[in-house]
């Protein structure tokens, strides 16, 4: 893979809070002057990392689009061969076949002729099958960029209206009887739409109300301007699309652009500078790639490509979709200068697949950088924070490509979720170690479930504070009611530091590893290291820490500010960036052991007294120090200044 030049990344932390000088409270600090979203974790289901061996296989080109009726499969592309999974010879089936989703079994009575690349597939409400592409005649008649045909022969349906003019059709997607288009054209049915359209699913007639304009490509030698990805939200109402494009409507629109579909069709008032920048290659004139919505259209995740630079790219990030204005991503996860071409949003996980070998490298410039996890062109992101969760299939078919195959190339075309699990079209000929041609499906079963899981919820529960060499004291609590502490013997919990629970385990730091362990009814089990992928992480430094929605907040020694890194649950990855929680007269230098309950930050300081103060981490100021209390003075029995406390409620 050529070196890439690796540009400065824009700082992604927040606002830092000026250190408080002496004490533990001072008056206030400035603080950013708007909040921010914190996606609370969802329940993911991940389809299998082995694809099925059914699948047929494709040679020459790539599979760019897919699509499902009943029990077919259509998977269109630019190859010029078919073969179905076992047999010696390649059918010269071009551009576009139909075959059995349970059993790879290929659709022999459908044969439509197309003459070039077909780019994506959609399914109108009465079932025709809607293709678009780079042809310009469909079973030897003259049909430019976009037909119907018959689902079961592959026969043109006459009657239906759409024609593209005048240049490629990228996407079609159906909402309703509402049938999409995005590409480079600039003429749909003999009337003036730039790179995009609405028509009439069923019939294909023009819809004439969205009159939503594209143009002006960036401004790079040879750039063309185009939409090259297009989704619409489940309910219909929000659609985004990406591309090269600066203008929409007359409006400064930079690769992305959000319309509003709810009413007449209108550019809505969201906008991002992240897209503006130029990235570290001059190959890539536009890098906003792909985009998807969330199952229930709550945010919508975009991938990019472009080289590293001082936008979002190389990279995969999030937006909300119900967020107006000047916008920044929810989160951000960096490749370190590898190319995302693809994303899939569903059942609470992103996945992204491209021409990567690492996720959540913000920190490595064509290299693995400090918490860089390897991922060679497939990877599935935890929904709440983008980090690279425990599915590895890869881009590789090892030792096991026929003579003529290609094991590794620049793009995957397509991830989409079929009725029975993902499937992927791309440019060459191996996954997970195997001879897929061209394409690979992943089975939803043999998948696993990961359950939403966040910090212990409720008021009432247990405090648990270091004491000693495999020692930890269990203090009730029930409200601002701190109880009397109960010494409980833990042999496995030996030399530990800061720790915090999440669902049934218990992370703790003992000395630079992050390790995790089993923990029910008030007992810590034989502790294993977190992943090996944290090595790099010191968590032996953390004077406190605790988990609360995707993310790890800490404090560390000598250090008057209050921190957090993303980790997700599933694989235990640590986040590779920093980012600095704002909070107002909080000096966090003297911390001695954290946690969270019920909405409060607790924390024990270098005098022996456990403090309290309402925690808001998506607040302009998160903690406030004009609000915090002594929730527990020092005592002969216990004195809070131990980095080992959490919360469970057990």
């Not at 690769?255 to 130029?278: E, F, K, L, M, N």
């Not at 599935?380 to 030792?399: E, K, Y």
Request: charged share 15%; glycine share 14%.
């Amino acid at each position: 893979m050529p070196s890439r030049r690796r540009l400065r990344p824009r700082l992604l932390t927040r606002a830092l809070a000026p250190a408080a000088a002496l004490g533990l409270t001072i008056g206030l600090t400035a603080a950013p002057a708007v909040a921010v979203y914190v996606p609370q974790p969802v329940a993911a289901t991940i389809a299998s990392a082995d694809p099925a061996d059914f699948t047929p296989h494709a040679r020459n080109g790539s599979i760019r689009a897919f699509t499902q009726i009943g029990n077919t499969i259509y998977a269109g592309g630019s190859f010029t061969g078919i073969k179905a999974a076992g047999a010696g010879t390649f059918s010269p089936i071009r551009y576009l076949v139909a075959y059995d989703a349970s059993t790879g079994a290929l659709k022999t009575g459908f044969t439509p002729a197309f003459d070039d690349a077909v780019q994506s597939l959609a399914v109108s409400p009465d079932g025709k099958l809607i293709v678009g592409g780079n042809f310009t005649t469909v079973n030897g008649v003259s049909r430019k960029n976009l037909v119907a045909i018959d689902p079961v022969t592959g026969r043109t349906i006459g009657s239906w209206a759409g024609r593209a003019d005048g240049g490629v059709v990228r996407r079609t997607v159906v909402h309703g009887n509402h049938l999409y288009i995005a590409g480079a054209f600039h003429w749909v049915n003999g009337t003036e739409h730039s790179l995009l359209a609405r028509l009439n699913a069923t019939t294909g007639a023009i819809d004439n109300s969205f009159r939503i304009d594209a143009g002006v490509a960036r401004p790079y030698p040879n750039s063309t301007e185009l939409v090259w990805a297009l989704a619409v939200a489940p309910n219909g109402r929000t659609v985004v699309a990406t591309g090269n494009f600066t203008k929409v409507n007359g409006q400064n629109r930079n690769q992305v652009v959000v319309i509003d579909t709810s009413g007449t069709p209108a550019v809505a008032d969201w906008r991002t500078d992240r897209y503006v920048a130029a990235c570290g290659s001059g190959s890539f004139p536009f890098y906003a790639r792909d985009v998807d919505f969330s199952d229930d259209g709550s945010y919508f995740a975009i991938a990019a490509d472009g080289g590293s630079g001082d936008g979002y790219c190389d990279a995969v990030a999030r937006f909300e979709t119900a967020h107006r204005g000047a916008v920044q991503a929810t989160w951000v996860n960096f490749t370190g200068g590898d190319s995302v071409t693809s994303i899939e949003v569903t059942d609470g996980v992103v996945y992204a697949a491209g021409h990567f070998r690492w996720l959540n490298n913000a920190d490595g410039s064509n290299t693995q950088g400090r918490g860089g996890v390897s991922r060679f062109g497939f990877g599935a992101l935890d929904a709440s924070n983008g980090l690279p969760m425990v599915w590895n299939p890869t881009r590789s078919g090892g030792g096991k490509l026929p003579a003529g195959s290609v094991g590794w190339g620049p793009i995957v075309w397509e991830l989409w979720k079929g009725g029975k699990g993902l499937y992927a079209g791309f440019d060459s000929d191996g996954v997970a170690g195997e001879y897929h041609g061209r394409q690979a499906f992943f089975p939803a079963s043999g998948g696993h479930t990961v359950p939403a899981q966040d910090a212990p919820k409720g008021s009432k529960g247990f405090l648990y504070l270091g004491t000693g060499n495999g020692k930890l004291a269990k203090v009730p609590l029930e409200g601002a009611t701190v109880g009397q502490p109960t010494v409980t013997s833990q042999p496995a919990f030996t030399n530990g530091g800061a720790a915090f629970a999440l669902g049934n385990k218990l992370y703790w730091a003992k000395g630079p590893a992050l390790n995790v362990s089993m923990f029910t009814g008030g007992n810590v089990g034989a502790p294993w290291l977190g992943s090996g992928y944290n090595a790099w992480y010191n968590a032996g430094a953390m004077t406190g820490a605790f988990y609360l929605s995707g993310r790890m907040y800490y404090t560390v020694a000598n250090d008057s500010r209050l921190f957090y890194r993303y980790l997700t649950p599933d694989g235990s990855v640590i986040g590779c960036t920093t980012f600095v929680l704002p909070t107002a007269g909080v000096n966090w230098r003297g911390t001695r052991g954290l946690t969270w309950v019920d909405n409060r930050v607790l924390f024990g300081t270098a005098d022996g007294a456990l403090r309290s103060a309402p925690f808001d981490p998506a607040a302009a100021v998160a903690v406030n120090g004009a609000a915090v209390s002594v929730l527990a003075p020092p005592s002969a029995r216990v004195k809070w200044s131990d980095p080992t406390l959490f919360f469970a409620t057990s």
